[in-house]
């Protein structure tokens, strides 16, 4: 098991920022696609690709982030990071970091491992 390690979810109030981070094994900072995702409560919600980062530090986001989250990593940290600006009730979720991710028709999706995940979450 490849140990991805999320931390920095907090609850805050809307309008609020947050930075996550996420540990990621030195092997794989550097070399592979990495991302976040996130999954809204309620079992019946499907976990969200939010943000890429590739190993050229080239980004990419899903449509709904609209400029209010930014991914970022320190490769001579060993971490990636997912900033989050304006904060609305309705990014309440779990974030997870995962690597070997790709977009797939417009889509964010993780193939390789993922961490425990952070809870963010969003009050009005």
Known sequence: QVPLVESGGDSVQA??????????PPSMISSYCLGWFRQAPGTEREREGVATV????RTSYADFVKGRFTISKDNAKNILYLQIDSLKPEDTAMYYCATDVTVIA??????GYW??????TVSS
């Not at 961490?115 to 963010?120: D, E, N």
């Open 115 to 120: 961490g425990q995940g952070t809870q963010v």
């Open 54 to 57: 590739d190993s050229d530090g």
């Open 15 to 24: 309008g609020g920022s947050l930075r996550l981070s996420c540990a990621v």
């Open 106 to 111: 417009g889509y964010i999706h993780g193939f």
